[in-house]
């Protein structure tokens, strides 16, 4: 079982930049596909940003270049940073890890992400 733990989510002004975490309990970024999601109110969850262990990595076309995501090994921890960001963005940001992610095996509690005009 592996549990997952975001920080770093709040309220940001429109153009600002976050830094989000997600710790693992274990080893999983070599063996699991490791990714972002984010629901906004009344939307359904997506996934956004994901990356694999051989180093290849998926954006949806809505944060390409302005999120990136990486991983630190020895920390078990997982990054999303967030700059330029929208109001469009605001949303709970999930990290997840699966086999594949269309169906993760393991999702983080989620974190607020607030981007005010």
């Known amino acids: 079982q592996v549990q997952l733990v975001e920080s770093g989510g709040g309220l940001v002004q429109a153009g600002g930049s976050l830094r989000l975490s997600c710790a693992a309990s274990?080893?999983?970024?070599?063996?699991?596909?490791m990714g972002w999601f984010r629901q906004a109110p009344g939307k359904e969850r997506r996934l956004i940003i994901a990356t694999t262990w051989s180093g290849n990595t998926y954006y949806t076309d809505s944060v390409k270049g302005r999120f990136t995501i990486s991983t630190d090994n020895a920390k078990n921890t997982m990054y999303l940073q967030m700059n330029s960001l929208r109001p469009e963005d605001t949303a709970v940001y999930y990290c997840?890890?699966?086999?594949?992610?269309?169906?993760?095996?393991?999702w983080g509690q989620g974190t607020q992400v607030t981007v005010s005009s």
């Open positions: 274990a080893r999983t970024f070599n063996t699991y596909v």
């Open positions: 997840a890890a699966g086999l594949n992610l269309d169906k993760p095996n393991y």
